[in-house]
């Protein structure tokens, strides 16, 4: 194995080839670092005098399939100007490190394509190690996302465990970069974005969020001057859940067993979009049957579709009509689940129709979240929080593939 090639297959330069091993499997070659390259690790000096070595064995990128190790002898040098005796810094690998630096390279290009198992597997090294290589490559690339070109933004929480164990979201609905991450969720999982943002001087112009009080209080302490937009997904599926409570309600009201049986079967139906129902099923013949035996519920689930409505119209005023007639129609339903959303909508109504001066939602933010749910079913769970959180920052640049 000559000297050029310990360079062009290896990346090591200033360094002389002594022999090669094979053991167990290993191909382990012995290397000597070349006298006149030794410098100083603190001034650079390379007035230096030797003081002994320390042997060291490193990973190095495997040869077909075999693992390969590269051992050295790291010289101990004395420096006159520093009064230290150190040992001389390598270029190829950290001595704080059992690989090096294109071993490291290899498992990260590895892991763009394969799971952590998978590429400890292949390496013939443990767990812990390539996990240890992602978490130092993704705080590097991710652990202070840049905020100062921040424009739009979509604010959300997600579920990630049992225990009510929350985690709060900041997405760049520009980019589809996720900028922040805190733990738990209101108000207070915020106030380390609020600190960083300040600190960055973006100019926010507009937020997405959910009607949350703890989200609206923050964001008008923070971004006062940025539009607010109430998103519509969250409003419909507000909606969608006082419709199953009432429909709950009707059937444990209900006396006649005809009346109970029809509205047993009606939950996903009426909660599915019209154009979506399936007619192999009968899916649209069953809730015509529902909503003729029961006129409250009729008259709910017609206003649940009148509701999208809102959000389909070519200009804000129109829109602010639809919302308005949508609102008496719901007051004189004498219906309370109704009467009571129809108070919601109108004590948020300015960030209903904000969506009009920024058509922004939190729809991306969703997809996300959905990234999210995906990446922790396929990694089983994560231990590492702080690994975790890092895995979401980096989630817009993951590829996805169908296999099959």
């Known amino acids: 194995m000559s000297t050029s090639l310990l360079y062009h297959a290896f ?3 200033g360094y002389d080839y002594l022999n090669t091993a094979y053991q167990d499997g290993h191909v382990r070659f012995t290397i000597r670092q070349r006298p006149h390259t030794r410098r ?13 070595h320390q042997q060291r064995t490193f990973k190095a990128v495997p040869i077909g399939g075999k693992p390969v190790e590269i051992t050295l002898a790291i010289p101990r040098v004395a420096c006159p100007a520093c009064d230290v005796i150190r040992q001389v810094p390598l270029d190829f690998a950290d001595p704080r490190r059992s690989y090096t630096r294109s071993f490291e390279r290899y498992a990260l290009e590895l892991s763009r394509l394969m799971t952590i198992q998978d590429v400890a597997q292949h390496l013939q090294v443990g767990w812990d190690t390539i996990k240890d290589i992602q978490k130092r490559d993704l705080q590097h690339r991710y652990k202070k996302p840049r905020l100062s070109k921040l424009k739009q933004i979509a604010i959300d929480e997600i579920a990630i465990g049992r225990g009510h164990r929350y985690l709060t979201v900041v997405l760049n609905l520009e980019t589809g970069a996720v900028v922040f991450v805190g733990e738990g969720k209101g108000a207070d999982a915020l106030d380390p974005f609020w600190k960083r943002l300040r600190a960055s001087r973006a100019k926010v112009e507009a937020v997405a969020t959910d009607m949350s009080p703890a989200y609206i209080e923050a964001v008008q302490k923070h971004l006062g001057d940025a539009v607010r937009v109430f998103d519509h997904f969250h409003v419909i599926k507000l909606f969608n859940e006082k419709l199953s409570d009432f429909r709950r309600e009707l059937h444990r009201e209900a006396t006649d067993k005809l009346h109970k049986e029809v509205l047993k079967g009606t939950r996903w139906l009426l909660l599915k979009n019209p154009e979506n129902l399936d007619p192999k099923r009968r899916e649209r013949e069953r809730l015509e049957e529902a909503l003729k035996l029961n006129q409250p519920l009729a008259t709910v689930y017609y206003l649940k579709e009148d509701l999208r409505q809102i ?36 004590l948020h109504r300015t960030g209903i129709l904000a969506y009009y001066d920024c058509r922004i939602s939190t729809g991306p933010l969703e997809g996300t979240n959905n990234k999210i749910r995906t990446m922790q079913r396929q990694a089983y769970g994560f231990r590492d929080q702080e690994f975790f ?9 993951a590829k996805y593939a169908l296999v099959g």
Do not use: M, Y
């Open 389 to 397: 959180k890092l895995k979401i920052l980096a989630l817009h640049e």
């Open 11 to 13: 990346g090591l330069r």
């Open 40 to 52: 100083c690790p603190t001034c650079g000096s390379r007035d230096v005098a030797p003081r002994g």
């Open 311 to 346: 959000w389909e119209q070519k200009d804000k005023a129109t829109a602010a009509q639809v919302l308005d007639d949508w609102n008496r129609r719901a007051e004189a339903s004498c219906l309370k689940v109704l009467q009571k959303f129809a108070a919601t909508l109108s």
